[in-house]
């Protein structure tokens, strides 16, 4: 079954009692049991929903897994897929991944024993050298956030296996309409489903898939055990929204093309990070190993100064000034001080996320209208 239709008919039954083609929501905290032990599978709902289950299976089947498992939030799937390392293991990451992901590597991990190096992801065979006897974990972020970085998922993969690390990729910006991680090596995949998955801003749901019974068996039972689950309602929310995935990320990928040339060819624009361009040094990679090059971009001013993008950011009026991305309308941000504010200023502008840099969410709206914005902002400055 072909991707665009997995988004609409994988793991998704017509409800047996009433023959509804949507996915009920099972707004219930428990389940009636005909005798002790006879729960047909549901017992109480923090341990599983049927809404929940219909969603976990259909996100499966996208990213071509096995197994899949939400939490209530992003971050709250990435602490159960820390939570498969012990104190004194080490996790390697990219060193210009998501703030709130650095935060909770180093602030939270870390004081339970986890160790951690962030290094440049860029040259797979620089990162098998960083690979030791107690890298337990490689962290990938593909495309990174917010420098839209490129990270060769497969070449990678192939070098933490041989070392016994396992392989996790955040496909968030990617979403599994663009790359599917799991296909390429990886062991787990992490999406933030607040963003792309739902797609409409109206929702805070995180998702992990493996193919692996036993690392799914650990997650499960983190998710039972910690209870870091989402509620019905946000499942059957996430569930409609992915209905519409892949023509929601085509037209944004459409469109984010567009306004990465319109902004490079601006003089108040200092540089493009944008993985659509042939200049871009994942350019290539990109192309291998995603559908297409997302909806996502980033871009510096000519005058990198703090007030230019602040300018620039309180004068758009179709993209809203705000944290999160994905959605069907477009958003812009300031990374240094929103998405990324946790990381010390020195470690974020090693990376390149300046004072200046401003990270588009390109949406759905009509493209020229989207420019004009941008143009009538930039002339603020």
């Not at 098998?128 to 495309?143: F, G, H, L, Q």
């Not at 990678?156 to 392989?167: D, F, H, T």
């Not at 390149?352 to 941008?374: F, N, P």
Request: glycine share 8%.
């Amino acid at each position: 079954m072909k991707i665009e239709s997995k988004v609409i008919h994988a793991g998704i039954e017509p409800d047996p009692s009433t023959g509804a083609i949507m996915t009920p929501i099972f707004q219930t905290s428990t389940y009636v049991q005909s005798s002790p032990g006879d729960h047909k599978g549901f017992e109480y709902a923090r341990t599983g929903n049927p809404t929940r289950k219909a969603l976990e299976t259909n996100l499966a089947a996208l990213e071509n897994g096995k197994y899949g498992v939400c939490f209530s939030s992003g971050m709250a799937a990435m602490d159960a897929i820390l939570q498969l390392l012990d104190p004194g293991d080490e996790v390697i990451a990219t060193n210009d991944l998501y703030g709130g992901s650095y935060r909770l590597i180093t602030k939270v991990h870390a004081r339970y024993g986890l160790n951690a190096k962030f290094i440049d992801m860029s040259k797979p065979t620089a990162v098998a050298r960083k690979i030791s006897k107690n890298t337990k974990m490689v962290w990938i972020e593909t495309p990174t956030n917010p420098m839209l970085n490129i990270v060769n998922i497969a070449a990678i993969a192939k070098s933490a296996k041989r070392k016994g690390a396992i392989v996790v990729v955040d496909n968030t910006f990617a979403s599994p309409y663009l790359q599917n991680p799991l296909d390429l090596g990886a062991d787990i995949v992490l999406h933030s489903a607040t963003k792309y998955l739902g797609g409409h801003s109206d929702v805070i749901l995180g998702a992990v898939v493996t193919k692996k019974k036993e690392l799914a068996e650990q997650l499960f039972f983190t998710q039972n055990a910690v209870g870091a689950v989402p509620g019905p309602q946000d499942c059957f929310l996430v569930l409609r929204g992915i209905k519409t995935l892949h023509v929601r990320v085509d037209r944004a990928c459409k469109n984010a093309k567009k306004v990465a040339k319109y902004l490079d060819r601006h003089p108040k624009v200092g540089r493009v990070y944008y993985p659509g361009f042939k200049s871009h040094p994942g350019h290539e990679i990109a192309k291998k190993q995603m559908r297409d090059f997302g909806g996502m971009l980033s871009f510096d001013l000519v005058d990198d100064k703090l007030d230019a993008a602040h300018k620039v950011m309180s004068s758009t009026k179709m993209f809203a000034l705000a944290e999160s991305l994905g959605g069907v309308e477009s958003l812009i941000g300031h990374p240094a001080s929103m998405t990324h504010g946790s990381i010390p200023k020195k470690e974020r502008l090693k990376v390149g996320i300046t004072d200046s840099l401003i990270r588009l969410s390109v949406g759905i709206e009509h493209v020229d209208d989207l420019i004009a914005d941008l143009e009538t902002a930039l002339t603020e400055i």
